[in-house]
């Protein structure tokens, strides 16, 4: 009997993160750096962070009722959980001074669900069983190289930078 494992994720520290957003806007300017929209598990959470990161591109402010606007514009408030799951993320933190915090964590655990994907990429490498040995070597040497340069092992080298849609 197998059990599949879940990947590596922390819905409270996304969700505490958001929140801190949502109380504290210009809180994002500490992790803007650090997170992406595709580093978050929950995808709510991730499209709720990719309407923060618009409007923080934009100059906008980062509130409850701009990201609720934002979503709303982009047909995902519902697919979020609504106004009410924002009010949610809200009533989760009392202030956003651990944003950097959760960020890390955040961080961390997507990094660990793409060494995963990295470590199928490259058993897929060993069981093609390429006779040309340096050139798997290369291959999979490539994907660590890839996933420590912060790209995604599924992805192109642009995709780290071009969010959610």
């Known amino acids: 009997m197998t059990s599949e494992r879940l990947t590596p994720h922390d819905i409270d520290a996304e969700e505490n993160l958001i929140g801190s957003l949502l109380i504290d806007g210009?809180?994002?300017?500490?992790?803007s750096d650090i997170i992406q929209p595709l580093d978050f598990y929950a995808e709510p959470n991730a499209l709720i962070y990719d309407a923060c990161m618009a409007l923080y591109k934009r100059d906008d402010a980062i509130d409850q009722i701009t990201v609720a606007?934002?979503?709303?514009?982009?047909?995902?408030?519902?697919?979020?959980?609504?106004?009410?799951?924002?009010?949610?993320?809200?009533?989760?933190?009392?202030?956003?001074?651990?944003?950097?915090?959760?960020?890390?964590?955040?961080f961390r655990l997507s990094t660990m669900r793409r060494l995963i994907t990295a470590s199928k990429q490259i058993e897929a490498l060993g069981y093609q069983a390429d006779p040309d040995i340096d050139g798997s070597l290369n291959k999979a040497e490539d994907v660590i190289f890839r996933l420590r340069h912060g790209v995604s092992?599924?992805?192109?080298?642009?995709?780290?930078?071009?969010g959610v849609s």
């Open 69 to 106: 606007q934002e979503l709303s514009h982009r047909n995902k408030l519902d697919a979020c959980g609504g106004p009410s799951y924002l009010s949610h993320l809200i009533s989760m933190v009392p202030t956003s001074l651990h944003i950097e915090h959760y960020a890390q964590i955040v």
């Open 153 to 162: 092992p599924r992805s192109t080298p642009s995709a780290r930078s071009t």
């Open 26 to 31: 210009a809180a994002i300017h500490k992790i």
